[in-house]
């Protein structure tokens, strides 16, 4: 063959494989540069003052449950790179606005800025005290009724029966998960007997009933229920006082406190007048996360929180934290679904898609959680801790159900009772 035709051969060669080169590159570069579609996420924090004569050591942190959604907001974009969606999360903690009769009204009980906020945001996380939590939900959906609604901090489980209507779901336990989990331990253990004292607030009597409907459940006698009113300074005089308030006539085998104020139970331990052992908001907890919980990946969360923010995580910023990964495998189902992922940045798609039972969220716990489709309660394991280790996650072994064994913790109603 002719030298000439040869190097005009080869020349074109090079000048095709460069414009290739040249047009892959300029894709790539598109595609690296293109920044996927970002989703704000509201974080509602009311104000929560510390209850009078509630130590200090007590009280919740200040970044409590927006720490947990931060980290939340963190491992959702890792996914999300890759599949084109960005969270991005915005804190705010609004004052309740009061009217002239210092009554807090439902119409302005948020600020233009605050208003705002919530009007153009797809998921939204209420961090309320439970007396505020019903008039809070109620304006923020008057807002915007299509946003989905995360319930992050309050375990009433009358919420549960309201807003059914509504998008609203729940990924902090109710009162009754917690009670019922302290009565599978109650039963394993044979202890029958108790006595249950509680607190003047509401949801103290909120937590008592819960506990008074597990010990129906679970065949449990209560001895006597007392009600704490003393005004006094227990760290003064605990020693004296909470022996002779522990008195009854029927001797007991524990005591239940319901304290969700921390006004007096953090006393009760080693100092009631039978030495038995105290549950509820003291002794053994029932929470739904507990900093020493390391099983199944956890302990690389415990780690990675508190090298950020030098406390360790508890239930409300796991409760923050489980709401935003949901949002982000909502959105994968929705990619792997071979969905528009655009499409779905919205409340409604994204309620749809996690009430479906057969939508599963990993979150450090053992277990696939779902959400049940009547309450809209995240399902998920109960740790029964004290102050110092974990003892064990509830369901407790030998306490079975047909179909799900979370569903032997809380409500598990077939449809809601309220629309209110």
Not at 175 to 204: F, I
Not at 251 to 264: H, K, S
């Amino acid at each position: 063959m002719d030298k000439t035709k040869v190097w005009v051969s080869i020349s074109t060669i090079l000048l095709c494989a460069s414009a290739v080169h040249t047009n892959v590159h300029a894709q790539t570069k598109g595609q690296s540069n293109a920044q996927p579609h970002a989703t704000n996420i509201v974080y509602i924090n009311m104000a929560r003052p510390v209850p009078a004569g509630t130590p200090l050591y007590l009280a919740r942190p200040n970044n409590e449950g927006i720490a947990g959604a931060s980290i939340g907001i963190e491992d959702a974009n890792i996914t999300g790179r890759f599949l084109g969606y960005s969270l991005s999360l915005t804190h705010l903690s609004p004052l309740a606005r009061r009217t002239n009769n210092n009554a807090v009204a439902e119409s302005s009980i948020f600020d233009s800025a605050t208003t705002a906020a919530i009007a153009h945001a797809a998921v939204i996380l209420i961090d309320s005290p439970n007396t505020q939590y019903h008039l809070v939900t109620n304006a923020v959906v008057r807002i915007n009724p299509n946003a989905l609604v995360f319930n992050v901090a309050s375990g009433n489980d009358a919420f549960r029966h309201m807003h059914c209507e509504f998008q609203v779901l729940h990924t902090y336990p109710s009162h009754q998960m917690k009670t019922d989990a302290l009565g599978q331990w109650l039963r394993t253990k044979r202890l029958s007997n108790v006595l249950t004292v509680h607190g003047v607030h509401e949801s103290d009597q909120a937590y008592l009933n819960a506990f008074l409907r597990t010990a129906k459940k679970f065949k449990l006698n209560v001895v006597e229920t007392k009600t704490w009113q003393a005004s006094f300074d227990l760290r003064r005089s605990a020693f004296s006082e909470i022996p002779l308030f522990t008195r009854t006539q029927k001797p007991y085998e524990t005591v239940f406190a319901a304290d969700t104020q921390g006004q007096f139970a953090y006393s009760l331990p080693f100092n009631t007048h039978y030495i038995v052992p105290v549950i509820g908001s003291a002794g053994l907890k029932p929470v739904g996360w507990h900093y020493t919980h390391e099983q199944w990946g956890a302990r690389q969360l415990q780690n990675r929180f508190l090298a950020k923010f030098s406390r360790t995580m508890n239930e409300v910023d796991f409760a923050a934290y489980a709401a935003i990964i949901a949002v982000s495998t909502a959105l994968q189902k929705t990619k792997n679904n071979g969905a528009d992922i655009q499409s779905s940045l919205t409340g409604t798609p994204l309620f749809k898609t996690l009430v479906d039972e057969q939508l599963s969220i990993a979150a450090y716990k053992g277990r696939p959680l779902t959400f049940r489709e009547s309450t809209h309660q995240l399902r998920q394991p109960i740790a029964l801790a004290h102050e110092e280790g974990l003892v064990i996650h509830a369901p407790l072994p030998g306490f079975l159900h047909q179909i799900d064994e979370l569903d032997t913790l809380g409500d598990t109603m077939k449809s809601c009772k309220d629309s209110s």
